[in-house]
């Protein structure tokens, strides 16, 4: 049910804009089609490590959006004392009190309860959740939630931002497949903070206030702190499935331009008579100086004598020996030299 209502606030959002998509569809239809169409599509092929890693990295972080959301659930004072929207604070306080079993509140939980004496703050609590009204002590429920919200927008604010920077990490590399959809990522994530933020603000909680049955209570508070989990995760796999799709030239393929290859090569070339260059300046420099002729020259002599003394060694290991008769036992050696001799006589 939550996520209906979801999507119904959404699309009233959406109505709000329809002056804006008159001038964007224009833009935004061509590249729709260029991406349908598969416009630089190229041969299928395996996916590199690197393209592997960056996937790991959006699959990372959605496991700490996971994680996140499981610490930051908090617990929500209504479902708790079975009580309704209509339910007073004091009443709300002697419910607490006896779920907690105890015969006084904390400091904190007074702070709550006293927000719970207005029809306005109880419905303002659906909205911005338990911490900002035990928590937030410059907080009040009679500017009409704004000094709420400018509260819990680090809370709001953080999940996205941590996904903003997986997103910039997976399609920050040197690889031209995943680079060419990190501007999409960040307008995908920065709009969907912004409406976020906005869908929050101008919720209509009076609705919430004049409910007279629970189940028409949207707690969008809890609800949207369980869909901003989905969605950011349903975002990095997306956008996963797209970086492997690219990679292995099956979607949006962009090939290295022949000017990047040029520019490879000659990069490569460069690097190579440089290194030549630096061989030619050492060679010189030995060839001039008397000293250092003379520990080259001694230092060939002695790599040649230890050669020749190793091979020596080796000629005259009996295990060698013994390899050489057996092969030379094994070999017609006359019957070789006839068959090379006809063969160049055939030529």
């Given amino acids: 049910m939550g996520i209906l209502n979801d999507v119904l606030y959404y699309y009233e959002v959406a109505q709000q ?6 001038f964007v569809l224009p833009f935004v239809l061509p590249w729709l089609r260029k ?41 929500n004072v209504f479902w708790e004392t079975g009580s309704r929207m209509q339910t ?50 410059w907080c009040e429920v ?12 680090p809370s709001i604010l953080c999940p996205y931002l941590i996904n903003l920077f997986g997103t910039l990490v997976a ?17 995908v994530s920065f709009v969907a903070m ?24 949207q707690w969008l508070h809890w609800d949207r702190h369980n869909h901003r989990t989905m969605w950011l995760c349903g975002f990095n796999v997306a956008l996963g499935l797209v970086l492997y799709l690219s990679a292995s030239g099956r979607f949006y393929h962009v090939d290295v331009s022949v000017h990047s290859q040029l520019k490879d090569v000659s990069k490569q070339l460069d690097d190579s008579v440089r290194l030549l260059s630096y061989t030619s300046m050492s060679k010189d ?17 002695t790599y040649w004598q230890e050669q020749d003394k190793l091979n020596e060694e080796i000629e005259d290991d009996f295990r060698v020996k013994d390899a050489k008769e057996s092969a030379k036992q094994r070999v017609n050696l006359n019957a070789s030299r006839r068959l090379a001799a006809d063969f160049f006589k055939a030529l």
């Fill in 17 to 22: 804009f329809r002056g804006v998509v008159v």
């Fill in 35 to 75: 991406v349908w169409n598969g416009e630089g599509r190229g041969p299928a092929k395996p996916v590199g490590r690197k393209t592997w890693a960056l996937i790991g990295v959006l699959l990372a972080v959605s496991v700490l959006q996971v994680y996140y959301w499981k610490k930051t659930i908090e617990e």
């Fill in 88 to 137: 007073s604070g004091e009443v709300l306080g002697s419910r607490l009190k006896k779920l907690r079993q105890r015969d006084y509140l904390g400091e904190q939980e007074e702070l709550m309860i006293s927000r719970f004496a207005t029809d306005v703050g109880r419905a303002l609590y659906t909205v911005y959740g338990t911490d900002a009204y035990m928590n937030c002590e």
């Fill in 142 to 153: 009679t500017d009409g939630g704004v000094s709420l919200l400018i509260y819990s927008l």
């Fill in 171 to 187: 399609t920050g590399g040197l690889d031209r497949n995943a680079r060419q959809w990190r501007l999409s990522g960040v307008i």
């Fill in 194 to 217: 912004l409406l976020d933020v906005y869908t929050v603000f101008t919720f209509p909680y009076d609705a919430n206030r004049r409910a007279k049955v629970p189940r028409l209570i």
């Fill in 285 to 301: 420099a030995v060839d001039r100086n008397a000293l250092y002729r003379q520990h080259e020259h001694d230092f060939w002599s």
